[in-house]
C-alpha cells in the first residue's frame, strides 16, 4: 500500500509542477533571460547524468571501465568524429575493459 500512495503522490506532483507554468505565466511571453535558463536545462541535465554514469558506481566515486570508454568517445567526438562512431567505440572500450577485469 506505501508503494501506491508514493505513485499517487509522484503523479499529484508532477501534475502540479507541469500546470503550474501555463497558470501563472497566463499567456504572458517569457523574459529572455528565463528563455536562456531553459535552453541550457537540457545540456546541462545531459553532462551531469554522463558524469554521474561515468564517474559513480552507486555510493562513492571510482574510475573504471565505464570512465575510459567515457573518455573514449568523448576524444571521438572531440576530434570531430560522427556520434554514432563515439557511441560504438566507447561500448566496446568498456565491454572490452569489462570483460578483461
Known amino acids: 500500500m506505501n508503494v501506491w500512495v508514493l505513485i499517487v503522490g509522484c503523479v499529484a506532483a508532477t501534475v502540479t509542477i507541469k500546470a503550474a507554468g501555463p497558470v501563472l505565466l497566463g ?10 535558463v531553459i535552453a541550457y536545462l537540457a545540456p546541462a541535465l545531459l553532462s551531469a547524468l554522463v558524469v554521474t554514469a561515468a564517474f559513480a558506481d552507486g555510493r562513492e566515486l571510482h574510475v573504471g571501465a565505464e570512465t575510459v570508454g567515457m573518455l573514449a568517445g568523448g576524444l571521438l567526438l572531440w576530434r570531430g568524429n ?5 557511441v560504438l567505440v566507447a561500448m566496446v572500450v568498456t565491454a572490452g575493459l569489462r570483460a578483461v577485469l
Open 27 to 36: 499567456g504572458r511571453e517569457l523574459p529572455p533571460v528565463m528563455l536562456r
Open 82 to 86: 560522427p556520434l554514432v562512431l563515439a
